[in-house]
C-alpha cells in the first residue's frame, strides 16, 4: 500500500496534543439546568486518532463544539500543545483555522466551486493569493484522487466525494487538529468502506491529531489510536481502549482476530450506554 | 514508441467486435455503424507500450486479439490496479473523462496483439447524436470502471462524461437556450396551448354566441381583436397607435424605477435585519406593522406627501415591492444553515468576510423568490397608483377607458399589463438563475 511507504512508523507528530481537564456543561434551557458534560477529562496525544464513542445525543459534540469555540463550557479547562483555548475564566474558545471541523451533515459552500471550497481557508486568511491558494488547492486535490471534480459545484458530485473534498479543505490550512461530527454517518456501508481506507491514507500523509465523534464501534476500532466510550448525558469517559493494532491499517482488520477481540471486550459498555440513553429517550443531537 | 500503421477493417467484422464489448452491447445496429465508421484497426507486437501513465489520452482502444497489461497509476486509487485484458475488453476510457486530459494507466502488450482504437472526441460526438443511447453507453462505462478495473469515486468524473457527450457545459444563457428546448420537447408548451385555446373559447362563446345576461356589457373577443390591431381604432387605441406604446413605456418606467429603488433598499436591509439581532429587535416591529397595510389605504397620504403626482405613483409602486423584497431577504439569512457560518469561521474568515462569502450567496435564492414576488406587487400597485393620478400609463388607460365606456380598450389595457408584467418576472428568474449556476445545476441533477 502508498501508505505504508509515505509515513515512517512511530515517528511522532510534534503538535496538537488537546487536553481535556475536568470540563463541565450544564445547558439552561428555561430555568431547567441540564448537565450534558460531567466532569470529562481526556488526554489526547499529538497526531494521535482519538475515537469517541457514544450514543446519539450523549454530549459528545458538546465536546467537539466547546473545542471548536462554538459553545461555551460551564467549568473545567480544554487545552492545545499547553495553550488554554477555553475554562471556566474564558469559556468559549475562539474559532481558528488550527482546529478545522468536518460537519456531520457537510458544510461545503454549495455556491463555491470544489476548488474554490478547498482554497477557502487561505484566501479568507490572506495567507495565499486567489491564484496560489488554487494552485495548492489542485495539487492537494489530485493528491486526495479527487482531480476532475475541481470545477463542479458540490451539488453534483457524490457525497462521499463532498466529505473528502471538506477534509482536504480542512487541510489546506495546516491544522492542529482535524474535528471530525459523525461525518460519515450518512453514508452507505460500501461508500464508508472506501473513505475509512481514505481517511487513513491522507492521515498517514498529513500527521495531524483527530478527534473524531461516532456512535459506531467498528468504525471507532479500525479507524482509532484510542478509543473513548462515552456515558450517556451527562457525557463523561466511561472506558478508554487502547488499541494495539499496529497502523498502517486496511481493510483486512475487520477480520482479524484481535480486532474481533476488541469489539468485544468493548461492545457491552456501548450496548449499556445506548440502553440508558434510550430508556432516558433524550433527542438525537 | 513507433506509432502503427492506421489499417482499414471491414465495417461488418468491427460491428461484430464492439456488440461484444461491455459498454457497446446493448447499442442499436444504426448507431454502432457510426461508431464502427470512426474506428480503425492496429496491431502490436509483444513488449509493445501503447501508451503510459501521464500521456496524451486521446483514443479509446478494444482488444481484438491479443493480451495487454494495464496499470492504473497509484493516485487513481484503484483496489486492484493490474489488469490483463483480452480479447473484447475496453481500455483507454480515460479519452472520456472530463478535465482529465491524460493517460492513468500504463498498456504493454504481452502478446502480439490486434486492436481497434477510436478517438475519444469523436466517440462523444457520436454518441451525442443520440444522447438517449449515449446515456447508456455511459453508464455501462460508469460500471465497467467501477467493476472491472475497481477504481472507486468516478462517479463525479462519470457525471462530467455525461456533460461533455451533451456537448454543452450549460452556463448563463446556454442554461436558458437548453431549457427551451428541452421544455419545447415536452408536453408542456402543447398542454399550455390547449389551456390558452379553452380560456378564449370560452369568452368568445360566451359573449359572442350564447349572449350570456351576465356578460352584456363586455366586449366580445373579436371585438377586442379587431380594435387592437385596427389602423384606426374606433377609441383611440391600439397596435398602430402612438398613445399605446407611450403609456407601456411610462408604466414600464414607473415600475422599473421603483423596482430598483426596492431591490436596492429592500435587500441590504433584509440581509442586516437577518444577519443582526440587534438590527432586527429595532426595525422589525415597525415593519410587521406596516408590511399588512393595503397599497390603496397609502392613496391619499402619497399624495399629501408628494407634490409631484409623479413622485407619489412611484413611491406607491416602491412600497409593496419594497417590503416583499426586504422579508424574503430576511427569510434567506436565517434559513442559512448554521454549519457554513461556522466552517466559515473555523477556516478563519472574519465577520465581513463572513456576510459577503457565507450570507449574502447563500441567501440569493430566497433574495430572488423576493424580487420575482416584489415585480408582481409592483404592477399591482403601479396600477392602483394609476388609476388615482397620473396621466399616462397603463392603469390610467384602462381608468379613463371605464370613465369614457371604451370597453374594448379596457380589455387591451388588461391583456397588455398581463403580457408585459409576465415577461418582467421572466427577466427577473432569468438574472437569477445567470447569478445562481450552482443552484441551477443542482436542481437539473435533481431533476434527472
Given amino acids: ?285 | 514508441m513507433p506509432t502503427p500503421e492506421k489499417q482499414p477493417m471491414s465495417p461488418e467484422v468491427m460491428l461484430g467486435i464492439l456488440k461484444a464489448t461491455m459498454p457497446f452491447q446493448v447499442v442499436s445496429e444504426a448507431l454502432l455503424r457510426k461508431i464502427a465508421a470512426i474506428g480503425w484497426k492496429e496491431s502490436y507486437r509483444a513488449g509493445q507500450t501503447l501508451y503510459e501513465a501521464g500521456g496524451p489520452a486521446e483514443d479509446l482502444f478494444i482488444v481484438v486479439s491479443g493480451k495487454i497489461d494495464h496499470e492504473l497509476q497509484p493516485g487513481v486509487n484503484a483496489r486492484r490496479p493490474m489488469k490483463t485484458l483480452v480479447e473484447g475488453d475496453v481500455f483507454g476510457w480515460a479519452a472520456l473523462l472530463e478535465k482529465v486530459p491524460n493517460r492513468l494507466a500504463k498498456a504493454v502488450c504481452t502478446e502480439d496483439a490486434l486492436i481497434i482504437r477510436i478517438n475519444g472526441e469523436e466517440l462523444l460526438k457520436v454518441l451525442g447524436s443520440d444522447p438517449d443511447a449515449g446515456d447508456v453507453v455511459m453508464s455501462r462505462f460508469a460500471t465497467m470502471i467501477t467493476r472491472d478495473y475497481t477504481v472507486p469515486d468516478l462517479f463525479a468524473q462519470l457525471r462530467g462524461i455525461h456533460r461533455k457527450m451533451h456537448a454543452r457545459d450549460p452556463q448563463g444563457m446556454n442554461v436558458t437556450l437548453y431549457r427551451l428546448t428541452r421544455w419545447l420537447k415536452s408536453p408542456r408548451p402543447y398542454l399550455m396551448f390547449i389551456g390558452l385555446s379553452i380560456f378564449f373559447g370560452s369568452w368568445y362563446l360566451a359573449v359572442e354566441v350564447f349572449k350570456l345576461p351576465r356578460f352584456r356589457e363586455m366586449p366580445g373577443i373579436t371585438t377586442v381583436v379587431i380594435e387592437w390591431l385596427n389602423p384606426n381604432p374606433v377609441f383611440g387605441l391600439s397596435l398602430y397607435s402612438e398613445e399605446y406604446y407611450k403609456h407601456i413605456a411610462v408604466s414600464i418606467w414607473r415600475v422599473t424605477q421603483a423596482f430598483l429603488l426596492a431591490t436596492a433598499l429592500g435587500v441590504p436591509l433584509g440581509l442586516f435585519l437577518g444577519w443582526s439581532k440587534g438590527v432586527k429587535d429595532y426595525v422589525f416591529p415597525i415593519f410587521e406593522l406596516l408590511r399588512p397595510i393595503p397599497i390603496l389605504a397609502w392613496v391619499p397620504i402619497a399624495i399629501v406627501m408628494f407634490v409631484a403626482t409623479e413622485s407619489a405613483v412611484i413611491f406607491l409602486t416602491f412600497l409593496a415591492s419594497f417590503f416583499a423584497t426586504a422579508l424574503n431577504t430576511m427569510l434567506g439569512v436565517e434559513s442559512i444553515d448554521e454549519s457554513y457560518v461556522r466552517a466559515a469561521n473555523c477556516l478563519g474568515a472574519s465577520k465581513s468576510q463572513v456576510f459577503f462569502h457565507v450570507i449574502v450567496p447563500g441567501s440569493l435564492p430566497f433574495v430572488f423568490t423576493g424580487l420575482q414576488i416584489s415585480v408582481g406587487v409592483s404592477w399591482f400597485s403601479l396600477v392602483a397608483a394609476e388609476m388615482v393620478s397620473g396621466q399616462y400609463g397603463l392603469g390610467y388607460v384602462i381608468n379613463t377607458s371605464y370613465t369614457m365606456i371604451r370597453y374594448p380598450t379596457i380589455i387591451i389595457g388588461m391583456i397588455t399589463l398581463g403580457a408585459v408584467g409576465y415577461v418582467t418576472s421572466a427577466m427577473v428568474r432569468v438574472a437569477g438563475d445567470y447569478m445562481m449556476q450552482w443552484r441551477v445545476r443542482e436542481l437539473a441533477l435533481g431533476s434527472r
Fill in chain 1, 1 to 285: 500500500m502508498a501508505a505504508a511507504t509515505a509515513m515512517p512508523q512511530g515517528a511522532a507528530a510534534t503538535r496538537g496534543a488537546i487536553r481535556i481537564e475536568d470540563v463541565v456543561k450544564i445547558y439552561d434551557p428555561e430555568g431547567a439546568a441540564v448537565m450534558a458534560v460531567d466532569h470529562c477529562s481526556l488526554d489526547i496525544a499529538a497526531g494521535e486518532i482519538c475515537m469517541i464513542v457514544g450514543p446519539s445525543g450523549c454530549g459528545k459534540t458538546t465536546l467537539l463544539n466547546a473545542i471548536a469555540g462554538f459553545h461555551e463550557i460551564t467549568s473545567g479547562r480544554i487545552t492545545l500543545d499547553g495553550e488554554v483555548l477555553c475554562s471556566t475564566e474564558k469559556p468559549r474558545s475562539t474559532p481558528g483555522s488550527d482546529r478545522v471541523v468536518v460537519f456531520q451533515n457537510g458544510a461545503l459552500f454549495p455556491w463555491k466551486s470544489n476548488l474554490d471550497n478547498v482554497a477557502f481557508g487561505p484566501v479568507m486568511q490572506g495567507k495565499l493569493s486567489k491564484t496560489e491558494a488554487r494552485e495548492k488547492a489542485l495539487s492537494m486535490m489530485a493528491d486526495a484522487g479527487l482531480n476532475g471534480v475541481e470545477h463542479n459545484f458540490p451539488g453534483e458530485v457524490s457525497s462521499g466525494v463532498r466529505r473528502r473534498i471538506e477534509i482536504v479543505r480542512a487541510l489546506m490550512n495546516d491544522p492542529k487538529v482535524l474535528l471530525l461530527d459523525e461525518p460519515y454517518r450518512a453514508l452507505d456501508s460500501l461508500t464508508k468502506s472506501v473513505m475509512h481506507e481514505a481517511l487513513l491514507e491522507i492521515y498517514y500523509r498529513n500527521k495531524v491529531t483527530i478527534f473524531f465523534i461516532t456512535h459506531d464501534l467498528e468504525e471507532a476500532i479500525f479507524l482509532g489510536h484510542k478509543v473513548a466510550i462515552m456515558t450517556s448525558r451527562p457525557c463523561k469517559p466511561k472506558k478508554i481502549l487502547t488499541v494495539d493494532i499496529p497502523h498502517p491499517r486496511d481493510y483486512g482488520v475487520l477480520t482479524s482476530k484481535r480486532f474481533r477481540e476488541l469489539i468485544e471486550e468493548t461492545n457491552e459498555a456501548v450496548h449499556e450506554e445506548a440502553v440508558k440513553a434510550f430508556q432516558s429517550g433524550e433527542k438525537e443531537g
